[in-house]
């Protein structure tokens, strides 16, 4: 098996943990941190990524993100911090790739319109049923449903879980319960998800012209780098700035994680997963870093996320998932045969399809639609 060389001796090493559900022989060539990585890239959920969107949905621009783009440019930004403070870049890889498996169509509004729908059934949380997809949704396997994951990529893959639920997750979901901390590989991943989504979501806001580099100039954070960009390049063209300006604010944050990061580590001086877990976060911004993080997610909560053209956008999605769903738990003969449920009763049919939309993409959710409402798609 592929070693995992000049690892820090409080990083994630792929033989030294929990491992997996199900036993299976080790890897020949790869490390399972490797394995893990390659079967979320050749899951079915992992290519439906490619039209789930984030801001904006899948019809209105080729440029903009998906989910998919989103998810790799989180593993991008979470190796380059992996490197530099010695963690295992396979795992951050791994648990980037399969962040996002469980989000429904639409973005939030999606995510938020199916929860409502669960209120009276367990509710409906994106990182449960991220998981829920690698542990039981995927089929590939003869052995075992879902994936048959690493204990820490699947950890890592729930970023956020409610106590209700932790307590039915067994050692998954203990750190909940605790108060504990995961490795610091799944803290990393958390940090580069953010930093990538607010620097792409500035980028889609402003090629859609929903927001402008002039309203982008009441963040200090941009209006400095953007200054910076005009005194090293003056006159650059107008796109090619917005691209130089993200590029030098995504290097300031990455280079704000490594350096107070490793200040942390180097004090706390964790020697091992273990100490990691009972201490304290060891990976996170500056003061100052988060302070400025934080005026830029207000600026897109306000100026992007609210913007009157998306609110039109995302209560069209509301509306196609809570009709969707209504449909389906009225007359669960419009599903398709393997999200019937025969026996269980209305608790288990709700979370079939609660598990059938969320499985959508943006442009099927909007098809399967029109196949149930509208005459003209008999």
């Given at each position: 098996m592929r070693a995992e060389p000049g690892l820090a001796p409080y990083a994630a090493h792929s033989e030294?943990?929990?491992?997996?559900?199900f036993a299976e022989p080790a890897p020949a060539t790869r490390s399972q941190f490797q394995r893990d990585r390659d079967r979320i890239i050749h899951s079915s959920a992992f290519r439906r990524l490619e039209y789930k969107t984030q801001v904006f949905l899948n019809h209105e621009g080729d440029l903009f993100r998906t989910r998919l783009t989103h998810s790799l440019e989180v593993a991008q930004i979470g190796r380059s911090l992996a490197r530099s403070l010695r963690l295992n870049e396979d795992l951050v890889e791994a648990i980037s790739l399969a962040h996002d498996l469980g989000h429904t169509p639409f973005g939030h509004a999606g995510q938020d319109a199916l929860n409502g729908c669960m209120a009276q059934h367990g509710g409906f949380e994106h990182n449960l049923q991220s998981l829920r997809v690698v542990d039981s949704l995927e089929q590939h396997y003869g052995a075992f449903d879902g994936l048959n994951l690493m204990f820490?990529?699947?950890e890592g893959i729930l970023k956020h879980c409610s106590l209700d639920n932790a307590k039915q997750l067994g050692a998954l979901g203990l750190r909940f319960i605790e108060r504990s901390q995961p490795t610091l590989e799944a803290q990393l991943t958390n940090l580069a998800d953010e930093i990538a989504y607010?620097?792409?979501d500035i980028d889609d806001g402003l090629r859609s012209g929903l927001i402008t580099a002039a309203q982008m100039?009441?963040?200090d954070f941009f209006a400095r780098h953007r200054r910076?960009?005009?005194?090293?390049?003056?006159?650059?063209p107008g796109r090619r700035a917005i691209y130089e300006t993200l590029r030098r604010m995504?290097?300031?944050?990455v280079s704000d994680v490594i350096d107070t990061s490793s200040t942390l580590i180097e004090a706390a001086r964790p020697d091992s997963v273990a100490a990691v877990r009972a201490g304290a976060p060891l990976i996170r911004f500056s003061d100052g870093m988060r302070a400025e993080a934080a005026e830029l997610k207000r600026f897109l909560k306000e100026n992007l996320y609210r913007h009157y053209q998306v609110n039109r956008m995302t209560a069209k999605a509301r509306n196609i998932v809570r009709e969707l769903f209504d449909a389906f738990m009225a007359e669960p003969i419009l599903l398709p045969p393997d999200y019937q449920v025969k026996d269980g009763g209305q608790g288990a049919q709700a979370r079939m399809i609660a598990d059938y939309i969320a499985g959508m993409t943006d442009r099927y959710a909007i098809r399967e639609h029109k196949r149930l409402f509208s005459v003209d798609e008999l």
């Open positions: 030294q943990g929990p491992g997996r559900r820490e990529t699947r607010n620097n792409h100039e009441q963040v910076e960009v005009e005194r090293v390049y003056p006159g650059l995504i290097s300031a944050l």
